[in-house]
């Protein structure tokens, strides 16, 4: 929490994707959205790949697959070294070929 904290962006991600998927915490989508969201409104793409999974499912926002499907390919674009870009790299492939 501290990392994120201080802007590290992986480990917001990290602490959002527990809360998505209920590993070691009480699974809770909005307090999940609320730890990705600081790396989304930088444009970064641990952010933009979990809003997009979030619009895509329909899981804590409304669903909109044409707009989480955006988000998710834009974030497995990106050339910023994040283990977010692989897992929307994996996204892509397995929904979107």
């Known amino acids: 929490k501290a990392a994120a904290s201080m802007g590290y962006m992986d480990a917001a991600y990290d602490i959002a994707q527990m809360y998505y998927k209920g590993e070691v915490v009480t699974q809770d989508d909005n307090i999940a959205l609320q730890w990705a969201k600081m790396a989304y409104d930088a444009k970064h793409p641990a952010g933009l790949f979990f809003y ?31 283990k977010a870009v692989l897992e929307a790299l994996q996204y892509v492939e397995e929904y979107f070929k």
């Open 52 to 82: 997009g999974r979030a619009y895509y499912e329909g899981r804590g926002l409304p669903k909109n697959k044409l707009t989480g499907k955006q988000l998710i390919e834009q974030a497995a674009a990106s050339t910023v070294h994040s």
